[in-house]
């Protein structure tokens, strides 16, 4: 089984950064893809960046030029650098994996921007 273990959630003034890591452990099959999802209070669940194993990314219009996604396959971690924070980027972030028919979900980090 994958397992997924997130950090680096924390309170933030506006305008400042924060880097979340999600680390990965067990079998992971070769073919995948780790994305960062988040979801505010009374608000769905929104998908904020996508990476690859071979690091393609994407990235919701709203997160772009703001937020970079990353992978260390070797480590089997995905970061997110989050630059120029909103009040409104904060939620509870959750690391997501899929790969082989597998969907895991981390545990989610709780981000707080403070305006």
């Known amino acids: 089984q994958v397992r997924l273990v997130e950090s680096g959630g924390g309170l933030v003034q506006a305008g400042g950064s924060l880097r979340l890591s999600c680390a990965a452990s067990?079998?992971?099959?070769?073919?995948?893809?780790m994305n960062w999802y988040r979801q505010a209070p009374g608000k769905e669940r929104e998908l904020v960046a996508t990476i690859t194993n071979g690091g393609i990314t994407n990235y919701a219009a709203s997160m772009k030029g703001r937020f970079t996604i990353s992978r260390d396959n070797a480590e089997n971690t995905v970061y997110l650098q989050m630059n120029s924070l909103k009040a409104e980027d904060t939620a509870v972030y959750y690391c997501?994996?899929?790969?082989?028919?597998?969907?895991?979900w981390g545990q989610g980090t709780q981000v707080t921007v403070s305006s």
């Open positions: 997501r994996f899929t790969g082989a028919g597998s969907v895991v």
């Open positions: 067990g079998s992971i099959p070769s073919i995948n893809a």
